[in-house]
């Protein structure tokens, strides 16, 4: 019976696909696409960190996660000025549509054993034990079950190594019982970032005897600085500490090849600004050049961003204070930065 047997193997076909539709199928409601193209247009020079990034998003997507530890802990190191802590902002956008939307713990400010108090709680009978009264934020940390939680330790090398142990619950089952035994704050649907600045000396100092002396006349390139931060890494932090993160994603420090597409990001970033006014910023290649004259690896992105605030913007605030009515601003060398960069 040919149409009975064409029936059966349609309905077979049509059954696969929907085994594959429901495997698709995630409670989470953000695309890795989406997100990632928000990353890429935001983030440069950090390719080999951004597809790290996007692994995880699409684990996370697709909802595999272990159920008693945080979906993914990961540490970031790297100089600064390079997207540590902006990528946490950029999915935080992306995902809840805010950028301050996740539970930020500054860690430099943790310095002293006793500051873990701060953490998890005041023990039993001392003064706000039962108020259970912590610096994490407990609605950004649980996000929703559509959304995850966001949680940022930032600086991590700065805290103590008490502040560290007390952590640890939470990096092991994603949960923390506050010292008064009050309460619990579940990190378990939550993506755990810590961001480090460790090493960063020592290997722009590896680097720059590679740009001196014999090194520099044979022509050889640094390629031991993973090695040598993963030392730096070690030394400061314990083995059980370092056992329970999932990735640990080294950035690159931003030359000066990346410049442009810094300049365009951080244009884009002032017309947004100027947009709510009606008005657009348009710099000629002159412009351009001037603002990109000259680069610090050791500021990263924000050496770029600072010479806007102190240069551009004043000039711009110059121009919009002359012709209040103007909705078009081209704006152009002036005669005495020419002056200055001939000087």
């Not at 970031?76 to 390079?82: C, D």
């Not at 005041?122 to 009264?133: H, I």
């Not at 959304?147 to 190594?161: C, W, Y």
């Not at 640990?248 to 002032?270: H, T």
Request: aromatic share 6%; hydrophobic share 45%.
């Amino acid at each position: 019976m040919p149409f009975a047997n064409e029936l059966i193997e349609h309905n077979r076909e049509r059954l696969a696909e929907q085994r594959t539709e429901a495997t698709v199928q995630s409670r989470f409601v953000f695309e890795p696409a989406q997100v990632m193209a928000l990353l890429r247009s935001r983030i440069v020079g950090q390719e080999a960190v951004l597809a790290e990034v996007e692994a995880l998003l699409k684990v996370l997507k697709v909802d595999i996660s272990e159920r008693e530890r945080p979906l993914s802990v990961n540490l970031f190191m790297g100089p600064t000025g390079v997207g540590k802590t902006e990528i946490v902002r950029l999915l935080a956008q992306a995902i809840h549509g805010r950028a301050d939307a996740f539970c930020r713990i500054d860690m430099h400010t943790l310095a002293q054993e006793h500051y873990a108090a701060a953490l998890t709680g005041a023990p039993p009978g001392y003064v706000g034990s039962k108020e259970g009264t912590t610096l994490f934020d407990a609605e950004a940390i649980a996000g929703s079950f559509s959304r995850p939680g966001i949680v940022l330790f930032d600086e991590l090398e700065k805290a103590s190594q008490e502040v560290l142990r007390s952590l640890l619950g939470i990096l092991e089952n994603g949960q923390l019982t506050l010292a008064a035994g009050t309460r619990t704050l579940d990190f378990r649907n939550s993506l755990i970032f810590m961001t480090s600045n460790l090493g960063a000396r020592e290997a722009s100092d590896y680097r720059a005897r590679f740009r001196r002396g014999w090194r520099r006349w044979l022509g050889l390139a640094p390629r031991g600085e993973a090695a040598l931060l993963e030392r730096v890494l070690h030394a400061r932090f314990e083995p059980e500490w370092l056992n329970r993160i999932d990735r640990i994603l080294l950035f690159e420090r931003i030359d000066a090849q990346w410049l442009q597409a810094l300049l365009d990001i951080e244009l884009g970033k002032l017309n947004q600004r100027l947009s709510r006014q009606g008005r657009a910023l348009v710099l000629e290649d002159s412009a351009r050049a001037w603002l990109c004259r000259t680069h610090d690896e050791r500021f990263g992105a924000r050496d770029l961003a600072r010479r806007l605030r102190r240069e551009l913007e004043p000039a711009l605030a110059d121009c919009l204070l002359a012709d209040p009515a103007s909705s078009q601003l081209r704006a152009y060398l002036e005669r005495n930065q020419l002056r200055v960069g001939r000087a």
